[in-house]
């Protein structure tokens, strides 16, 4: 039987969807990469679908498709081998799988003089490491694109929660910084300075 190997950092997970498989793909540093689909058909064939994750306009999806793409590829080729081409019923190009139905806690941090908001709060309390905070980018892609106000994800507090426990926090709009360990009082210096200049 054909085998594959997975590029360095990267890790899948086998999941039941309602009416087939699929391999989700992780990154340790990028979050999750992408999935490929597996579907039986009725005629017997099976119908293998590969989705990048992402905005196709999120500058992060082309990362992530750099390597999931020739992976689908190769996983493709070696289910070919195993199963013969008759037995596949198609193969898609990696698109971005529909967004799933889930609640993100948010802040939308308003200016005190003009009302607008001025900063967006993104609160990942499971963002244990960078591909965590990846995901969390990747999914609120649209909305922090839309409000255009710079906008961070802050992790979960590094021990015992009070105001001199620090955080990991990712800068993800209108730049993306690398992740800053902020206490909340810090942090918050940085954010009413922010708001200072706003108007």
Not at 78 to 104: W, Y
Request: aromatic share 8%; glycine share 8%; net charge negative.
């Amino acid at each position: 039987m054909s085998r594959f190997s997975l590029p360095p950092g990267v890790s899948f997970q086998k999941q039941q969807l309602a009416d087939c498989w699929a391999y989700v793909f992780r990154h340790q540093t990028l979050g999750e990469l992408g999935r490929i689909v597996l579907k039986g058909l009725p005629n017997g064939h099976c119908h293998v679908s590969s989705e990048a994750a992402g905005d196709p306009d999120d500058p992060m999806t082309q990362q992530r498709k750099d390597i999931f793409a020739p992976l689908s590829e190769q996983i493709t080729g070696v289910l070919e081998n195993t199963l013969g081409p008759g037995d596949l019923g198609g193969h898609t190009a990696p698109v971005s799988p529909k967004p799933l139905q889930e609640i993100v806690q948010c802040e939308y941090t308003p200016c005190e003089r003009c009302g607008e908001t001025a900063a967006l709060l993104i609160f990942a309390n499971d963002a244990t490491d960078p591909g965590r905070f990846e995901d969390y980018a990747r999914k609120m892609y649209h909305e922090y694109k839309r409000l255009d106000v710079p906008t961070w994800i802050i992790g979960p507090p590094l021990g015992v929660a009070g105001f001199q426990t620090p955080s990991n926090i990712l800068q993800v709009w209108p730049t993306r910084e690398p992740i800053r360990r902020l206490t909340p009082k810090e942090f918050n210096a940085d954010l009413d300075a922010l708001l200072e200049r706003h108007c």
